[in-house]
């Protein structure tokens, strides 16, 4: 898959056109899971490192690289020498002289893959950096918007919550408009994404942004990333939340509408969303965990197949 990054980072490492390959391979894997295996080597060798927790994007990985005929490493890093204070990049370096083609990183901090851009000590796959970014979440749920939507272009999607603290969003926005969506964004003032982007509308009304939108992509509030160490005005402002921007059935019929709900999982059950609504057919959550293997499937194809030979360089001694 000559031309695919070593390194997807960010959404931005992608082009549309490759956006699109990846779509047509993720519903091609969906539709007929036998066409995936076939690799240039035999099992390639993929390791995971979740550096923060994770059920969704782990899992889905680990199952991608199964269906995929790949063997996988699970890296912990609690018991690597990345605990004795080795670098990222010697770490990496180690996993591609040990033949991994490939590892899917989880950090909790932002922009740790831009020190590699140019010279790939391995194949990475981020899989959430910090608040920068999340690509293969993003990707997944354009899947299933085209996927259970039927498309995206022309539609108005609101992602409403922690917009500020949330990877995804990130990646939603740099996302979503290339195939033809409006974008708002919606949450108390304390949580607002302002993107460099004109064509992003900014809002705080959730009824009002509810109305105007075709699709609703909910968020969880990321306390981890908050700093906060005071329950109170956790509590406080949990309430304010709920209040303000918690999505019921209730809501829903006091404004007699109702819309697809997407969310990255996990929900915080009974603060951006009730219960009852994410056990309704309007929920989209599982549809959107089905399609994440397929489309990691892809992304990982696309990725070990691109034929790219700087990768790793430095592990072989070579000069550049
Ligand atoms: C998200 C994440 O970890 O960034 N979840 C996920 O990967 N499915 C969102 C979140 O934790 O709120």
Same mark, same amino acid.
């Given at each position: 898959?000559?031309?695919?990054?070593?390194?997807?980072?960010?959404?931005?490492? !992608?082009?549309?056109?490759?956006?699109?390959?990846?779509?047509?391979?993720?519903?091609?894997?969906?539709?007929?899971?036998?066409?995936?295996?076939?690799?240039?080597?035999?099992?390639?060798?993929?390791?995971?490192?979740?550096?923060?927790?994770?059920?969704?994007?782990?899992?889905?990985?680990?199952?991608?690289?199964?269906?995929?005929?790949?063997?996988?490493?699970?890296?912990?890093?609690?018991?690597?020498?990345?605990?004795?204070?080795?670098?990222?990049?010697?770490?990496?370096?180690?996993?591609? @002289?040990?033949?991994?083609?490939?590892?899917?990183?989880?950090?909790?901090?932002?922009?740790?893959?831009?020190?590699?851009?140019?010279?790939?000590?391995?194949?990475?796959?981020?899989?959430?950096?910090?608040?920068?970014?999340?690509?293969?979440?993003?990707? !997944?749920d354009?899947?299933?918007m085209?996927?259970?939507e039927?498309?995206i272009?022309g539609k108005t999607i609101s992602i409403i919550g922690d917009l500020k603290?949330s990877?995804v969003t990130?990646?939603l926005v740099?996302?979503l408009p290339?195939?033809?969506a409006k974008v708002i964004l919606c949450g108390p003032e304390n949580f607002l994404y302002r993107p460099?982007n004109d064509a992003i509308v900014v809002a705080s009304n959730l009824e009002e942004t509810i109305i105007n939108s075709d699709i609703v992509y909910l968020l969880r509030i990321?306390?981890?990333?908050?700093?906060?160490?005071?329950?109170?005005?956790?509590?406080?402002?949990? @309430?304010d939340y709920v209040a303000h921007y918690g999505l019921t059935r209730e809501r829903f019929k006091k404004m007699g509408i109702e819309r697809p709900i997407y969310h990255?999982?996990?929900?915080?059950?009974?603060v951006e969303l009730s !219960?009852?609504l994410?056990?309704?057919?309007l929920y989209r959550?599982?549809?959107?965990?089905?399609?994440?293997?397929?489309?990691?499937?892809?992304?990982?194809? @696309?990725?070990?197949?691109?034929?790219?030979?700087?990768?790793?360089?430095?592990?072989?001694?070579?000069?550049?």
């Amino acid at each position: 898959m000559k031309g695919f990054p070593s390194i997807l980072a960010e959404i931005s490492d !992608l082009t549309k056109s490759q956006v699109q390959t990846l779509l047509d391979m993720a519903f091609e894997y969906k539709d007929r899971p036998a066409l995936a295996a076939q690799f240039s080597i035999p099992a390639p060798i993929i390791a995971t490192s979740f550096l923060e927790n994770s059920t969704r994007t782990k899992h889905s990985f680990e199952a991608a690289i199964r269906l995929l005929g790949c063997t996988h490493i699970d890296f912990v890093a609690e018991k690597s020498s990345l605990k004795k204070g080795e670098t990222l990049e010697e770490t990496f370096l180690t996993l591609h @002289a040990q033949g991994i083609e490939a590892c899917i990183i989880r950090t909790g901090e932002s922009k740790v893959l831009e020190q590699f851009s140019g010279r790939p000590p391995i194949k990475i796959i981020n899989g959430g950096d910090g608040t920068n970014a999340h690509p293969t979440q993003a990707l !997944l749920d354009l899947m299933t918007m085209i996927d259970i939507e039927g498309g995206i272009a022309g539609k108005t999607i609101s992602i409403i919550g922690d917009l500020k603290h949330s990877r995804v969003t990130h990646s939603l926005v740099e996302l979503l408009p290339q195939f033809g969506a409006k974008v708002i964004l919606c949450g108390p003032e304390n949580f607002l994404y302002r993107p460099d982007n004109d064509a992003i509308v900014v809002a705080s009304n959730l009824e009002e942004t509810i109305i105007n939108s075709d699709i609703v992509y909910l968020l969880r509030i990321q306390f981890e990333r908050h700093g906060l160490k005071d329950g109170d005005s956790n509590k406080n402002m949990l @309430a304010d939340y709920v209040a303000h921007y918690g999505l019921t059935r209730e809501r829903f019929k006091k404004m007699g509408i109702e819309r697809p709900i997407y969310h990255p999982g996990p929900v915080n059950i009974g603060v951006e969303l009730s !219960l009852d609504l994410m056990r309704s057919p309007l929920y989209r959550g599982y549809e959107q965990v089905r399609n994440s293997t397929f489309m990691r499937m892809a992304i990982l194809k @696309a990725i070990i197949e691109n034929g790219d030979d700087s990768v790793g360089r430095l592990s072989r001694n070579v000069r550049s």
